[in-house]
């Protein structure tokens, strides 16, 4: 297919596509003569990656190369492109509140009771660190309290997750599951908590109860 017959079968603009192409995102077309270009479904496939990871993973066109450099690697193991995944679209964070060193300690012991074989030097590690010093900094230390209960919850996910992926054969598409449920799946895990939270809100304080409880009457 011509770059027009691309565009229309993808929804993306011609000028986006010939830009995607430019930043390495995209795989130029096979040259047919030397002002047009053929391509396939592979780049059909492609772009509607490319925009997933963006448009609903929120990603930046430098993240988006990042991550699509694992997907491309189908040489590495599952286990060190999830890593690259991970390190690409978790992004360092905007601040350093005070309490760092004592965030970092606590997110440590989480890890070594949990007996989780994980680096420190994993973003997420920084990146909860630096939520837990934050709720300490509000007066919200008592978040802690349920970590335990979010570590259940998030083994329970991960597991999940990587049963998914294991149903992939083949390394390539193995490969670029474990990147899209990565970054999609982070979208997915977000809005059904807030699902789940206004469940929990509508059974627990929906006209009055829960509310008052202790109070006169």
Not at 114 to 138: C, D, K, Q
Not at 148 to 167: F, H, I, K, Q, T
Request: charged residues 25%; hydrophobic residues 40%.
């Amino acid at each position: 297919m011509r770059i027009g017959e691309l565009s229309r079968a993808t929804g993306v603009a011609i000028p986006t596509i010939k830009y995607y192409v430019r930043e390495g995102l995209l795989p130029a077309g096979r040259l047919t003569s030397p002002n047009q270009a053929s391509y396939d479904d592979s780049h059909v496939r492609r772009l509607r990656l490319i925009r997933g990871l963006m448009d609903v993973g929120g990603l930046s066109v430098s993240a988006v190369r990042e991550v699509l450099a694992a997907v491309d690697t189908p040489d590495e193991s599952v286990h060190k492109v999830l890593g690259a995944a991970q390190l690409a679209i978790t992004p360092p964070p905007a601040v350093t509140p005070d309490g760092m060193e004592a965030a970092r300690s606590k997110v440590a012991e989480l890890i070594r009771q949990r007996g989780w074989r994980v680096e420190m030097e994993n973003p997420a590690v920084e990146a909860l660190a630096v939520a837990l010093a934050t709720f300490r900094g509000i007066g919200r230390g008592e978040f802690e309290e349920i970590m335990d209960d979010y570590a259940d919850a998030c083994e329970r996910v991960a597991g999940a997750d990587l049963a998914w992926v294991g149903r992939n054969a083949e390394v390539d598409s193995m490969v670029e599951t474990v990147v899209v449920g990565t970054v999609l799946g982070d979208t997915v895990l977000m809005a059904m908590r807030r699902l789940a939270h206004a469940d929990a809100s509508a059974r627990t304080y929906e006209d009055g109860q829960g509310e008052g409880e202790g109070g006169e009457g």
